[in-house]
């Protein structure tokens, strides 16, 4: 940290990720004064935006909530669609879910929910399961729903645990998918087939 607080700018956003994974309150606060200070906002926020845990959240939303610019706002936006799904060791499924919720309800262009959905499969619980389903007959977001039912429903366990819910879901994925290889998937896991990703 202190030699973070001793580099130049160009070093510093050099060093953003170390200071992401040492984490903490000492790093958030070198940070926060980063966001506070006008001449060094935008090197604060994308700080904010590349952090590798949900830890700063709570400042993404509460950033959100008062900016007026709409650069700025994408930023932060794009920043908890990246971070609300993701694996995380600092808080469980639950509240990831709960952060995608929250995430979702502030996006403004599809756009931006096909994205969240896309990543919401990074969460293997049947409550993901069950919020990405709600999303299957949305014409502007099922191709992304219709992705992340298939992908959670990879997993035999979850699938076979809940195996009727996901028996109904891979049926509706079956017929409003464009994407063939999502079709085929959800054929072999109704069947109880394992699939495997093409090689390139």
Request: proline share 4%; net charge neutral; charged share 30%.
């Amino acid at each position: 940290l202190e030699q973070f607080k001793q580099t130049g700018a160009a070093e510093q956003e050099i060093l953003l990720p170390t200071l992401g994974r040492i984490g903490g309150p000492e790093a958030l606060a070198i940070i926060d004064d980063l966001v506070a200070d006008p001449s060094r906002r935008a090197f604060g926020l994308k700080a904010l935006t590349v952090w590798p845990t949900a830890e700063v959240t709570g400042r993404l939303f509460a950033l959100l909530e008062v900016t007026s610019d709409s650069a700025e706002r994408q930023q932060l936006l794009d920043g908890l669609i990246r971070i609300a799904p993701r694996p995380d060791k600092t808080i469980n499924d639950g509240k990831r879910l709960e952060l995608v919720k929250q995430t979702m309800a502030l996006c403004q262009r599809d756009e931006d929910r096909q994205r969240l959905l896309d990543r919401t499969d990074a969460i293997r619980t049947v409550e993901a399961f069950r919020f990405v389903v709600g999303y299957l007959d949305n014409p502007a977001l099922q191709e992304a729903a219709c992705q992340s039912v298939v992908e959670l429903a990879h997993h035999r366990q979850l699938r076979d645990a809940h195996k009727d819910e996901f028996m109904k879901a891979l049926d509706r994925v079956i017929a409003v998918t464009k994407n063939e290889e999502l079709s085929e998937r959800a054929n072999r896991y109704k069947a109880g087939k394992t699939w495997e990703r093409k090689k390139a």
